[in-house]
């Protein structure tokens, strides 16, 4: 049996429109981790799947669910899914996508990665030995672009600043005060990677194996993309001039 760095781990999973992939994920993290918990965060989805989250549920007390009146976007959820983890005494919190892109059985990797002192980890698509599955190359060249703009314009030492499988300390989690986090879609993970490392704190990628979905459909577009970008350029643009304003007062 697999053990825990520290303490109980519970991943938060995100739901909307998942009914067709949602017991088979859970079913396979529980089999790849039995010390782990699951919480499943459900955005009012329309096809069950909150149904059949509290029937997991019904029949695990490893599965938590939460339920949300309204889609309010990725980062609202984990956000709110993180709160509810906090309250209920957890140490180590996770996040994990619904439709099998983050593969359960390489949790192990992550958890090794923050048992040995990192206080975020990141499974990591373009660290040497990641690597994606049935993605084409438009996206593939989408993502790892868009990667590498981050990490110049923020200045970040971190090459899959995008991912979504993570596992955060909870002392991480209460460093970065979770209240001051506005983001709510996909550029949420790098505003948690940048706000993590701005904190002082120690972020380490491991290299994962990521698998397009299978079953239902993706939540991500290009204009969902374009859209991280812009924001991103917003932060990184304001970073710059706060440096230079800084340089400023001192020369004079």
């Excluded at 918990?37 to 059949?52: I, N, Q, R």
């Excluded at 509290?54 to 889609?71: I, N, P, S, Y």
């Excluded at 596992?167 to 460093?175: S, V």
């Excluded at 490392?197 to 698998?211: D, H, K, N, T, Y």
Aim: glycine share 10%.
């Amino acid at each position: 049996m697999a053990q825990t760095p520290s303490g109980r781990t519970v991943m938060v999973v995100p739901t909307y429109n998942e009914a067709a992939n949602l017991e088979w994920i859970v079913s396979r993290l529980l089999r790849a981790q039995p010390e782990v918990h699951v919480l499943v965060v459900d955005d009012d989805s329309p096809d069950g799947t909150g149904k059949l989250a509290d029937e997991l549920a019904a029949g695990d007390e490893r599965v938590h669910v939460l339920h949300r009146t309204e889609k309010a976007g990725l980062g609202a959820a984990y956000l709110h899914g993180f709160r509810v983890a906090l309250d209920l005494g957890f140490d180590v919190i996770g996040e994990m996508d619904a439709d099998g892109s983050h593969q359960p059985e390489q949790l192990q990797l992550l958890l090794d990665a923050l048992a040995a002192g990192a206080d975020l980890v990141i499974g990591s698509r373009w660290v040497p030995g990641g690597s994606i599955v049935n993605w084409s190359k438009g996206r593939e060249l989408l993502s790892r672009g868009g990667n590498l703009y981050t990490r110049i314009l923020l200045g970040m030492p971190v090459r899959d600043a995008t991912a979504g499988y993570r596992l955060f300390r909870r002392t991480t989690l209460e460093a970065i005060d979770l209240d001051a986090v506005q983001s709510t879609g996909y550029v949420f993970q790098t505003d948690m990677t940048h706000r993590t490392l701005r904190a002082g704190l120690s972020v380490v990628e491991v290299p994962i194996e990521f698998v397009e979905r299978e079953r239902g459909d993706s939540k991500m577009s290009r204009k969902v993309a374009t859209e991280s970008l812009r924001r991103i350029t917003v932060w990184g643009l304001s970073e710059r001039r706060a440096q230079l304003c800084r340089l400023r007062h001192r020369a004079s």
